[in-house]
């Protein structure tokens, strides 16, 4: 049973575009919500998280948005660049130093 | 911020030998540490959960005489896998865990095993 659902698998945009990455959760005890942004041959990093108390959060050019009732968040790159080519990882977590759960992961790729 | 540092990160063995992989948590103390592997192009799986001073906790299919976890201190995890074979190359991540840091991960170590 895949806990954490992620989708598109990849996802293609011109530079400058805002890709936009979605994620539906199961669990309704998970608390926390983070996404990664992974290179190839590196671990992940963590770009952005967010809790169930707040609809939106923003970090410089990256937003979470959250829906609890849907049981939804999605990551929007604002002006997306070149070099933020990579893999992203939704996840989520329940309280406590519980292990993150992760979606399946999407290929992005801006191209010039 | 919070840095975990992971060694090595290209390890090449031959089959029937075992291989360490150390997971410092350099500038915090880790309660928790997670081991992730993650064949190409897909997700992290989750191995095991350790806390430190206990028996780690494995994931339904991973065999825990195979991959050997040790939580010594609240800095240090390894992760041994014992008499590798070709099937156990992939790459391993660690993560660290503590209250108010959140999750931290290592680099990861790209096992080949020949």
């Known amino acids: 049973q895949q806990q954490v659902k992620q989708s598109p698998q990849s996802l293609i945009v011109q530079k400058g575009g805002i890709p936009i990455i979605n994620c539906a959760y199961e669990?309704?005890?998970?608390?926390?919500f983070p996404w990664y942004q992974q290179f190839p041959g590196k671990g992940p990093a963590l770009l952005i998280a967010?809790?169930?108390?707040?609809s939106e959060k923003k970090e410089g050019r990256f937003t979470i948005s959250f829906n609890k009732s849907a049981k939804q968040f999605s990551l929007h790159i604002m002006d997306s660049q070149p070099g933020d080519s990579a893999t992203y990882f939704c996840?989520?977590?329940?309280?406590?130093?519980?292990?993150?759960?992760f979606g399946k992961g999407t290929r992005l790729s801006v191209i010039a | 911020g919070a840095v975990v540092s992971q060694h090595p990160s290209r390890v090449i063995c031959k089959s029937g030998t075992s291989v360490k992989i150390e997971c410092r948590s350099l500038?915090?103390?880790?309660?928790?540490m997670f081991w992730y592997r993650q064949f190409p192009k897909q997700s992290l799986m989750l191995m095991a959960t350790?806390?430190?001073?206990?028996?780690?906790?494995?994931e339904q299919g991973v065999e825990k005489d195979k991959f050997l976890i040790n939580h010594a201190s609240l800095t240090l995890s390894t992760l041994t896998v014992t008499s590798a074979h070709p099937e156990d190359s992939s790459f391993y991540i660690c993560?660290?865990?503590?209250?108010?840091?959140?999750?931290?991960f290592g680099s990861g170590t790209r096992l080949t095993v020949v």
């Open positions: 669990n309704t005890a998970f608390d926390y």
């Open positions: 350790s806390n430190e001073g206990s028996k780690a906790t494995y």
């Open positions: 993560s660290a865990s503590d209250t108010g840091i959140g999750y931290t």
């Open positions: 967010i809790r169930p108390d707040v």
């Open positions: 996840a989520a977590s329940k309280s406590g130093n519980t292990p993150l759960v």
């Open positions: 500038d915090f103390q880790a309660t928790t």
